[in-house]
């Protein structure tokens, strides 16, 4: 089983779409999770990181956290086709020393249609 | 703004070249990471180094080496290029106790 499981897609909505993308892991020690966005030929740049069961919301972005089900969501409200990228899963035991490794999934590619 | 400046954007290069790709940052930060991504596969892990002079390899070592001789520079080599290293390749930093890695816009290399 890999550490972890995130569905490649492609994922196409049309505009004003809620957006659900979701990741699975194995290792209960990850502590840490983080979603990163990539658009075509660019470097992943980081869009929301949460450290605590729960959700975290910043403007159209809900991040959600499930230790128990070790099972992490990103939501995207009213989806625009700016938001159209890669989404990247990311995860790591700990925050710093020897723990700064993250362990990636392979990507979700969405597509907002206008 | 943080930044992570990578020397080339796109390389072209034959078989058994020796190839350098250069890393820059400008955040003071302690880790460095060199990654490639490729389609289906994902990104994986190549080198990282968590100070000046110090490396670890991550999951695919092979074929490559890399150096760090200051604080804000990481570099890739490939000794001897090989087709298979044809890829998109990408640097990232983060500060020591954060997780959250600061990425480069890529280097894509393709090996004739």
């Known amino acids: 089983q890999k550490e972890v499981e995130q569905d490649p897609g492609p994922l196409s909505v049309p505009e004003g779409a809620i957006v659900s993308l979701n990741c699975t892991y194995s290792?209960?020690?990850?502590?840490?999770f983080m979603w990163y966005r990539q658009y075509s030929r660019k470097g992943p740049e980081l869009l929301m990181y949460?450290?605590?069961?729960g959700n975290k919301e910043d403007g159209r972005f809900t991040a959600q956290v499930d230790k128990s089900s070790k099972y992490i969501s990103l939501f995207i409200r009213d989806s625009q086709p700016s938001d159209s990228a890669t989404y990247l899963c990311?995860?790591?035991?700990?925050?710093?020393?020897?723990?700064?490794?993250?362990?990636f999934g392979k990507g979700t590619l969405l597509t907002v249609n206008p | 703004d943080v930044k992570v400046t990578q020397s080339s954007r796109y390389l072209v290069k034959r078989t058994g070249e020796k190839v350098f790709l250069e890393c820059v940052q400008d955040?003071?930060?302690?880790?460095m990471f060199w990654y490639r991504q490729d389609p289906g596969l994902g990104l994986r892990l190549i080198y990282f180094?968590?100070?000046?002079?110090?490396?670890e390899k991550g999951d695919i070592p092979e074929g490559y080496s890399v150096s760090r001789e200051k604080k804000e520079r990481f570099s890739l080599i490939l000794e001897s290029a090989s087709t298979n290293q044809t890829s998109m390749y990408l640097c990232?930093?983060?500060?020591?106790?954060?997780?959250?890695?600061?990425f480069g816009e890529g280097s894509r290399l393709t090996v004739l």
């Open positions: 990232a930093s983060s500060h020591v106790n954060t997780g959250e890695l600061f």
């Open positions: 290792n209960s020690a990850f502590q840490y």
């Open positions: 949460t450290y605590s069961s």
């Open positions: 990311a995860m790591s035991v700990g925050s710093g020393g020897s723990n700064y490794k993250l362990t």
């Open positions: 955040m003071d930060h302690e880790n």
């Open positions: 180094s968590y100070d000046v002079k110090m490396k």
